[in-house]
Antibody
């Protein structure tokens, strides 16, 4: 199947860290850019980060710059989001999305991150 | 950053009616605008990209138009499955941004 599957979401205490993974299957992962997007409960979509096909270029939203790090491993067909210094306001569903079939043309099903003591 | 403003926030219509959703950008984004549909408990789905190009598998009743700062998504005749939240998004400049969404309800 052609799909993206996120994992790694969990309940974490404020100030903690978490690493999200996004595993791709059914297409040439290395040919497409990757993004992470989140959605707080009952709220809209917020773009977080982008990584180029080779991983040489990255971009971040101001809200997560210096706390989150995006990376990818084309051999493992996976992208990652390392999240440090987590805050309550980081509580959200986290989606990965790729540029296959158009900008943000394919999305995963999401993984939930809850930041709470 | 580029702010996208969607209007209206909520659109109350009936099946068969025409829906017109608007998205305004705080500065020119050329044609680099996309529209997404999201239903409860689901990931967003790309409908239209680069202002007017329908994504793969999207029905012809969905159409996008506009350039610069003013954009429109039109659903020509609402089907029951079209009742959802719609977001616009720009990819003209970093950081990428989404609009706040328009909920199309019965």
């Amino acid at each position: 199947d052609v799909q993206l599957v996120e994992s790694g979401g969990d309940l974490v205490q404020p100030g903690g860290s978490l690493r999200l993974s996004c595993a791709a299957s059914g297409f040439i992962f290395s040919s497409y850019e990757m993004n992470w997007v989140r959605q707080a409960p009952g709220r809209g979509l917020e773009w977080l980060s982008h990584i180029s096909t080779s991983g040489s270029a990255v971009n971040y939203a101001d809200s997560v710059r210096d706390r989150f790090t995006i990376s990818r491993d084309n051999a493992k067909k996976s992208a990652y989001l390392q999240m440090n210094s987590l805050r309550a306001e980081d509580t959200a569903m986290y989606y990965c999305a790729t540029t296959k079939d158009g900008p943000f043309g394919m999305w995963g099903q999401g993984t939930m991150v809850t930041v709470s003591s | 950053e580029i702010v996208l403003t969607q209007s209206p926030v909520t659109l109350s219509l009936s099946p068969g009616e025409r829906a017109t959703l608007s998205c305004w950008a705080s500065q020119s984004i050329s044609y680099y605008l996309a529209w997404y549909q999201q239903k409860p408990g689901q990931a967003p789905r790309l409908l239209v990209y680069d202002a007017s190009n329908r994504a793969t598998g999207i029905p012809a009743r969905f159409s996008g138009s506009g350039s610069g700062t003013d954009f429109t998504l039109t659903i020509s005749s609402l089907e029951p499955e079209d009742f959802a939240v719609y977001y616009c998004q720009q990819r003209s400049k970093w950081p990428l941004t989404f609009g706040g969404g328009t909920k199309v309800e019965i």
